[in-house]
């Protein structure tokens, strides 16, 4: 600035020629110009405009003309602002503003702009005001800056409550319709799930349904829209539109005279959706330019929207989802209602014949069919326990039922029900405490509801307590009664309590006598105690026992009026507390008969488990080992078996795994869901047993289809049967398998037995082999130096040939009698000092081959629990291997380390040799099999698969990776122990 100063002819300004200028302007002209501070001079009657380096960026493209210029022709747009304040100091009194909000002509159109500044007078020679010192800073960005915040700040607030897309949409408008100064208008479209069509839904600045502002746009549409919606749909990036005026004719909006002369089309794809879900079309301030500040508020706006979006389809998604899962709830509980009430009919037309043939008297039944009957009695009475509180539980959630209430002693009824459990609380080993006193008042209950809170606490008590007592206890508690029911059983974990009252929720891995049950009766409890509006709660500890509370108020004001005393409509659904007795007591290890009959002869071995034998006709039979938690399946199978085979049935898993390891089975038929140990438990302990891995094993199973077959079969199980199973499936079945079993093992015998011979043919063979090689060897040695002067070159360089073909083939000999002794030697386990070892058969290899440098790298402490001569043979081959391969390497490495895993302790040994390709490695560990040339490097083949058996029989695994001139790694484990 201080060379145009220089050069301009001020002569023709007001000021006059430069050497006229008065001391104070020279000075004062200086001061201006030496500072990098934006400052301005306005000097004399006319208000002469001079400014430094500082200041010209502020005069945009003003400048260099307005140097010299009028001050106030030159900043007139602004005058409605800075005016009073420079009048002010014209007269004497400096004037400081801060922030000043002001619109400035100096890029060709009025720019809204943010300015602190002063304007201080300049004394001249005399004494008289000769001009202003005007300092300014120019704060636009700031300004700007904090507005937009605000703008995105709010956004946020408020879209963020948004519970749908188009409320997301409404909120967004609403709160930047006050940000006008940048949005001047906003239009906010909703893109349908097909990405074919954007409807408006939410806008501001603008009328909707102009040709600016349509409220539906086809995006499949050949013809162009007013905006390229469906471009941006296509390419999920943002779009800047200019020329506003030629697309659309001039905009009329806020705030501002002149029309937006910009726009931007901003896509709203939320996170996991592939298009966007909308796109909103923001104006541009006529009176900003479009910069980085002002484009990455734009970025950040449809970042806000997108969250407000996002959180509007989550809450609309999850409603649609809760609908969804409503209606899917209202249609289960009809479909139960429907199929309960139809098998209601076909199940009185089973029990009606059923009991009439059990009570003849005239012709009585014999004992094996009476059991039969009976069995198939008690079954059907629990099928019809089952559909009740299924039917009375749609009932409940349908709305339809009614109760009816009547003033009760509530103690005497309580105690009347608990004693029925007596029975079989006795025959548990379990006592039963009843302490029921007399209640000051009488309660108003439903009798029958009442009836099946009771029983099903009590059945649940009974499920879950093996020792210890049940204790009914009711009291008295001001404003009503609470009735407990503690027991002293397995207890629930903390986790599930919160759960515990939700339909068919079941506590994973609970100890119980039985795994039947349809998960309904605690979520029917607590239905049935709301409609009397009283709680239900639960404390426990876990290994000590559960108390379930039920609290009920007095009096009957409480109580719906119109159900006080008025006919019951549940009497077609009471439950029958014989029939919650009958099945608690065939969750006993020893259920009672009916008629005092056996199905079968049995022997009792254990608590829970029988022993069904048929006469031997020709030899001993085949052992069968039964397991399933229902004891009418375990006699009913028993039945069915027993002629042919000798059948012992247990009552869970674990009960089943003992008698397995005791004595192992021909055959396993198992229940998938047992107390305690499951069938795919039972499964999982067997085949990691090794006297019992090979064992058949057969699942039975309630749950149908291909996913439960595929999964069974999956699992490792030999065979899946559905319940329902007809008996001549079973027997067929059972009878394949011991088949496929005996087939088996007679194989594994021949194999056994011809592997034993190959051995021995083998070893008898390389010994044979290894005398004569000795001879040849020997004679062509001696024949070599005695007539080594005498002989040409040619019978010499056979000689030698003769001799390295005989110690390759002794070399191979050796080898095949370390694979025999390594098949045949008996394995002893104890602690092996691996890195010791390795380390000791390095310093070998260092011997014989002085001149090798090779950097190992050994693991230190790498211990194992196997056999150390095994062991031995196999690090020996393996860093063998890894010295013979690095030969050709400037820089060889081998490292020895290990790694743990799932499986335990993984070793390794690795080096940067010649590697090998992976296409081949199926063939690393087969006798004779060899990846590189004989005369690149020496070997027989046969080491790896000697590593391989030891690795093998100590029940680990080995295997390798490799990569052509970048080294090899062999990794094995050497099984559970380590």
Known sequence: MGALVRSMDWAKTPLGDISRWPQSLRTTVSLCLASNFPISLAWGPKHVQIYNDGYWPICGAKHPHSVGQDFSECWASAWPVIGEAFERA?????????????????????????????????????????????????????????????????????????????????????????????LPFLLCYAVDDRGREARLVAGNGLAAGTGASPRVVDLAAPQEAPWPLAEVVRSRQPRQIDDLNARLGPLSCAPYPEPPKTAMALPITPPGHERPLGIIVAGVSSRLPLNDAYRAFYDLLAAGVTTAVAIGRAYEDERKRAEALAEIDRAKTAFFSNVSHEFRTPLTLILGPLEDELAEHESPLAPSRRERLDAAHRNALRLLKLVNSLLDFSRIEAG??????????????????????????????LSLVVDCPAMPEPLYID??????????????????????SITVRLRWCGDGAELEVADTGVGIPEGERARLFERFHRVKGAKSRSHEGTGIGLALIKELVGLHRGTVRVESREGAGSTFIVAIKNGSAHLPQGQIGMERTLSSSAAR?????????????????????????????????????????????????????NADMRKYVQRLLGDKYAVRAVPDGVAALAAAREEPPDLVLSDVMMPGLDGFGLLQELRKDERT???????????????????????????????????????????????IAQMRRAWAIELEQANKELEAF??????????????????????????????????????????????????????????????????????????????????????RDAERTLSLHIQEGLVAQGDP????????????????????????????????????????????????????????????????????????????????????????RIWAEGKVNQGAAFYFTLGSNN
């Open 90 to 182: 014209l007269a004497g009194q400096t004037s400081y503003l801060e922030n000043q909000r002001m619109f400035l002509d100096r890029n060709g159109y009025l720019e809204e702009t943010f300015f602190t500044f002063s304007f201080s007078p300049i004394q001249d020679e005399t004494g008289k005001v000769g001009g202003l010192f005007h300092p300014v800073t120019e704060t636009t960005s700031k300004m700007l800056a904090e507005r937009r915040t605000r703008a995105l700040r709010d956004l946020a607030a408020r879209a963020g409550k948004a519970r749908s897309l188009e409320e997301a949409f409404t909120l967004a408008a609403q709160s930047l319709s006050e940000s006008d100064l940048d």
């Open 400 to 429: 339809r039922v009614q109760a009816s209430f009547e003033a009760t002693d509530l103690a005497a009824y309580t105690a009347e029900l608990a004693g029925v459990f007596r029975s079989a609380v006795d025959k548990a080993g």
């Open 447 to 468: 009798r029958e509801m009442w009836e099946k809170i009771v029983l099903n606490l009590l059945s649940n008590a009974f499920k879950h307590t093996f020792e210890g």
């Open 577 to 629: 507390a014989a029939a919650y007795v009958e099945e608690a007591l065939h969750w006993l290890p020893d259920p009672p008969s009916a008629s005092g009959a056996a199905l079968v002869p049995a022997v009792a071995e254990e608590p829970g488990s029988t022993v069904t034998t048929a006469a031997a006709a020709g030899g001993p039979r085949s052992r069968i080992l039964l397991a399933d938690d």
């Open 693 to 739: 891995r090979t064992v058949p094993v057969i699942l039975l199973s309630a749950r149908a289809g291909e996913e439960a077959t595929v999964e069974g079969l999956g699992a490792g199980a030999d065979d899946y049967v559905v319940k329902p199973f007809s008996a001549r499936e079973l027997l067929a079945r059972v009878r394949t398998h011991l088949q």
């Open 762 to 847: 083998s070893y008898s063979v390389s010994h044979d082999l290894r005398a004569p090689l000795r001879w040849i060897d020997g004679f062509s040695q001696g024949l070599m130096e005695e007539c080594a002067g005498t002989l040409g070159a040619g019978p010499q360089d056979k000689l030698r040939r003769i001799r390295a073909g005989v110690q390759h083939m002794s070399a191979l000999i050796e080898g095949l009698l370390k694979l025999s002794r390594v098949t045949r030697t008996e394995l002893t386990r104890q602690r092996v000092d691996l890195s010791g070892m390795v380390r000791e058969l390095a310093s070998e290899l260092r011997r």
């Open 869 to 956: 001569l095994l062991l031995r043979i196999v690090l020996e081959n393996l860093l063998q291997n890894a010295w013979k391969f690095t030969r050709k390497k400037t820089e060889a490495t081998i490292e020895f380390n290990t790694s743990r895993t799932d499986e335990g302790s993984v070793y390794c040994l690795r080096d940067n040799g010649a590697g090998f390709d992976m296409a081949y490695v199926d063939k690393l560990f087969s006798p004779f099999r060899r990846l590189h040339a004989a005369t690149d490097f020496e070997g027989t083949g046969i080491g790896l698969a000697t590593v391989a058996r030891v690795i093998r029989r100590h029940g680990g």
